[in-house]
């Protein structure tokens, strides 16, 4: 299927849930080679004009530490939601930063004009993500990973000569890896990874899946230009001194928004019949009024039955019912606290040294 | 097959049927199976119903996405499936056989020479 002028594979032979549930118990391998990677030099100038669209304090990041962050438009809407890391490449400080394929135009133009000589490495590095509790004994004897290796720590290490970067990292509420691998060694690693008969290529469709359980928001769904990360429910990635920083696209717009109350709120729902809650549905109270749209929704594996995230407005109790309109009926639905299914990450520490 | 049995033939949305004793048994194609992946529920017609050929008459839910039945011909619903009520996934193995979805007593049978032979079928699909 088309996705972000791609051709990408929704799932391959053994189907979304297997591959799912093999990630879930054992691990699974995504190509998400398609999503943006840039270099940017750690330099003064640089962070500071790159503050202005990213609401951490770039030149205080932990080195080869990794940090879920975003890039705001002037409303404090979000750009796109992104990965940014702090490393050491060559001897030379970098940032490292990982952003969603829908949005490289918007995203590159904020890069490139913050940082000239920023560095697109995605048509020459592959990325691969590969996920589950048993990752680690997958990659282990095949990439040097040290013992202490926390979910978010980011390093250097080599495959067949090769330098590439590992990130303990991922979107799937499980513990797992991202590796940017130089093109020519990269379907050898991923023959090499796929030679252990418990992992698997995953595609699209599991990754959503798997996302959606694990409550992660995903840009053009739960995030948009008209959101800010608050209405979204991520403010635990801002950083809160930041919001005092005129330098901050939107800083009024989100430190107001903390202190006072959201039109709407972030709600995960569970259908209570067999039928498929989906992105668009519209939810409403039991008087008829409409209350809030879904944003995702899919087939849980995991839950054997449909989920779904989306936003009513703040007024409404949830302890009263709510109703999804499919195909004209409405049908009940559940208030399910996010995430569906408890994440599984190895343990982090602080944000900044 | 019995010896009453038709030939099996195909509608261009992608269902197979099959006619005995003036009794059509309708089920989605295998290729319909295999590009609509992991099928989590059915939402059964309601036996009893008179349709006209074309009609939505139930859905079928996949991982990806909702799909509608329509019925191939006009007739009565009389029969369906109901192990597929709390196992779809039946469909993914076996979609032209123990995976089928309604029967219909059928009223014109010039409406079931019309649809396409599995050879046709074929075509249809390299198209």
């Known amino acids: 299927m088309p996705f972000a002028g791609f051709n990408m594979p929704i799932n391959y032979k053994t189907g979304i849930i297997n591959e799912h549930k093999n990630v879930r118990n054992h691990s699974g391998i995504f190509d998400v080679s398609h999503m943006g990677q840039i270099l940017i030099e750690n330099n003064e100038s640089y962070l500071h004009k790159l503050e202005k669209y990213i609401p951490l304090q770039l030149n205080k990041l932990i080195k080869n530490r990794s940090h879920y962050s975003f890039l705001l438009n002037k409303n404090g809407g979000v750009i796109d939601d992104l990965i940014v890391s702090n490393i050491d490449i060559k001897a030379k400080s970098y940032l490292y930063i990982v952003y969603n394929a829908s949005r490289k135009k918007e995203d590159e133009e904020i890069f490139i004009s913050c940082a000239p000589n920023a560095e697109k490495i995605y048509n020459k590095n592959c990325l691969f993500a590969i996920q589950g509790p048993e990752s680690i004994n997958v990659l282990k004897n095949i990439i040097d990973i040290p013992n202490n290796m926390n979910f978010f720590d980011i390093l250097i290490s080599k495959y067949n000569n090769n330098e590439i970067i590992v990130s303990r990292s991922g979107y799937t509420g499980e513990d797992g890896f991202e590796l940017s691998i130089p093109n020519e060694s990269a379907e050898n690693l991923i023959t090499h990874l796929l030679k252990n008969e418990n992992t698997m290529l995953c595609g699209l469709g599991s990754r959503d899946s798997l996302r959606l359980e694990a409550g992660l928001s995903l840009y053009g769904h739960e995030l948009n230009e008209n959101i800010t990360p608050i209405e979204a429910g991520l403010s635990w990635a801002l950083d809160k001194e930041r919001l005092e920083d005129e330098n901050l696209n939107g800083n009024k717009v989100l430190s107001d928004q903390l202190k006072n109350k959201l039109s709407n709120k972030k709600i995960g729902l569970i259908s209570t019949s067999k039928s498929m809650l989906r992105d668009g549905m519209t939810l409403f109270d039991n008087n008829n009024n409409e209350i809030g749209k879904i944003t995702s929704g899919c087939f849980s594996p995991n839950l054997n039955k449909s989920i779904a995230i989306g936003y009513i407005i703040s007024e409404f109790n949830t302890d009263n019912l709510i109703f999804c309109e499919i195909r004209k009926k409405l049908e009940l639905v559940k208030i399910n606290n996010l995430p569906f299914v408890k994440k599984n990450y190895k343990k982090n520490g602080s944000i900044y040294e | ?127």
């Not at chain 2, 196992?87 to 193995?93: C, E, G, K, R, T």
């Open chain 2, 1 to 127: 097959m019995g010896a009453y049995m038709s030939e099996k033939k195909y509608t261009k949305d992608h269902e197979w049927v099959s006619i005995e004793n003036e009794i059509a048994t309708i089920g989605i194609s295998n290729h319909a199976q295999e590009s609509l992946g992991d099928i989590v529920f059915i939402e059964l017609p309601s036996v009893g119903n008179s349709v006209k050929a074309k009609d939505e008459i139930c859905v079928v839910e996949s991982v990806k996405a909702a799909s509608d039945i329509y019925a191939p011909i006009d007739g009565e619903i009389i029969e369906v499936n109901n192990n597929l009520e709390n196992d779809a996934a039946i469909i993914n193995q076996d979609a032209e056989n123990k995976g089928w979805i309604f029967k219909m007593k059928i009223s014109d049978s010039n409406q079931y020479s019309e649809l396409m032979s599995e050879d046709e079928y074929k075509q249809f699909l390299e198209q």
